[in-house]
């Protein structure tokens, strides 16, 4: 009698520990999301953005390093000029980032 009883309380157990399982990997889940799923989509979102809202004279960044301004923009390309004269076309998504432009009371 008292085997039975402990069988019945073991496999109790068990269906717990499986549940406790089951619960501590879906926390495990949405703590992922929260602290790199969420942040990651949020600056891809940022990203598209900025290169969405490129504008003739702006000042900008490519993602090999590549410093220039905006001097035309289409669909999928964008024209920089990276020094006197010399303008090259790159696909917009290269672009990471945007200068800030410089006010007068700056270049003082």
């Known amino acids: 009698m008292n085997s039975i009883i402990l069988a019945q309380a073991a496999q109790q157990s068990a269906g717990a520990e499986g549940l406790n ?9 949405v ?14 979102k940022e990203l598209k953005e900025r290169q ?35 303008i090259i076309t790159i696909a917009k998504s290269c672009i990471v980032q945007t200068q800030p432009k410089e006010t007068p009371a700056e270049s003082k």
Request: charged fraction near 20%.
């Open 31 to 44: 703590i992922f999301y929260f602290i790199i799923i969420r942040p990651q989509r949020k600056q891809q």
């Open 52 to 86: 969405d809202s490129l504008r003739i004279g702006d000042d900008v960044i490519t993602n090999s390093g590549i410093y220039g301004t905006v001097r035309a923009v289409k669909d999928d390309t964008v024209r920089l000029e990276i020094a006197s004269g010399t």
């Open 21 to 29: 399982m089951l619960i501590t990997f879906g926390l495990i889940i």
